[in-house]
């Protein structure tokens, strides 16, 4: 891009870099741009704006991660920006802001050249880079629609009304060809929301007991341990959060060997909601209402 040097990429994406390698789960990437302007001292050129209205720092390092990302370096996932063990590699090989930026720009060249070999001849250098810029404008406003899209799915299930969580989640099992015995009414409930089983009379193991959270936290070990004193040997114990689980709570789920526990996290549910969407009645789909918009994708998505 005009009017910022490689050095100074480097300098903004390193800074990048040591915000996201303190998150392990990850960070929103309005967030991580957020701390990135607080955490370094922007020149005027960066504090400005594009004629669309795009804050310029953002829009630079949005360009940058690109290269990063077709490096391995970098994870972006419904709008979480992380970092990869290749990404940490990088970050502690090229400690040199100019040489870390380049050599991502440059793994990044090599990422699309394999994209290419079926094509024709290159076109001139000069055709090339502004096909590329292209590219990367596409890819841009690619992921900040995902980003407000997921954005705006997570504001919607969190801020639901709880019952109205238990349904849903009810009747996402339903599609999935469970059969739901029970729901739990207002009032306490013992940790058990849904009753589910495999069969409609019920007569064949296993029991599935849900608990449901609408909450943004992450579920804790303790949180799943306290679930899991609710299920007996023969139970299959369903987690459903519109948060996610501690890495302790997913290693503690993983690691049973007599309570059979499954963990859905927010993404999770909305892949499954996806997934079994055309099996949902319409009672469901008026209580989480999506529909898809087609456009091309940039390349490689």
């Known amino acids: 891009m005009p009017n910022i040097t490689y050095r ?43 004629d ?8 630079i390092v949005r360009f940058a991660t690109i290269d990063c990302a077709r490096a391995g370096w970098f994870l972006k996932n419904k709008g979480t920006w992380s970092i990869t063990e290749e990404g940490r590699t990088a970050y502690n090989s090229y400690t040199d802001p100019e040489t870390f930026y380049k050599e991502a720009v440059k793994l990044y060249g090599e990422w699309k050249r394999t994209q290419n070999q079926s094509a024709v001849e290159s076109p ?10 292209s590219n990367k404008e596409v890819s841009i406003t690619f992921e900040q629609a995902e980003e407000q899209a ?8 969190r801020e639901i009304n709880p019952y109205e969580f238990q349904e849903l989640v009810a009747s996402l099992l339903r599609a999935m060809g469970y059969h739901v015995s029970w729901i ?10 849904i009753l589910a089983y495999g069969d409609p009379l019920g007569t064949r193991p296993p029991r599935i007991k849900v608990q449901v959270k609408r909450m943004e936290q992450a ?5 799943l341990r306290s679930f899991m004193a609710l299920l007996s040997d023969d139970d299959v114990g369903l987690f459903v959060t519109t948060g996610s689980f501690t890495k302790d709570a997913r290693t503690e789920a993983r690691t049973q060997e007599k309570r059979k526990i499954t963990l859905i996290d927010l993404e999770r549910l909305f892949d499954l909601w996806i997934e079994y969407y055309t099996a949902l009645d319409d009672a ?16 490689g998505k």
């Open 124 to 133: 001139a250098v000069a055709e090339d880079d502004l096909s590329d810029e």
């Open 219 to 223: 579920i804790t070990v303790d949180g």
């Open 184 to 193: 739990s009414p207002p009032g306490k409930d013992g940790g058990i929301d």
């Open 52 to 59: 669309s209205g795009s804050i310029r720092i953002d829009k």
């Open 8 to 50: 100074r990429t480097g300098e903004l994406l390193r800074k990048l870099f040591e915000i996201l390698m303190s998150q392990p789960d990850g960070l929103r990437a309005k967030n991580a741009l957020a701390e990135l302007a607080n955490r370094i001292e922007l020149t005027e050129f960066e504090k400005g704006y594009y």
């Open 150 to 157: 997921w954005e705006e799915i997570q504001q919607f299930l």
């Open 284 to 299: 469901a789909r008026r209580r989480f209402p999506l529909r898809p918009i087609h456009f091309l994708a940039p390349e």
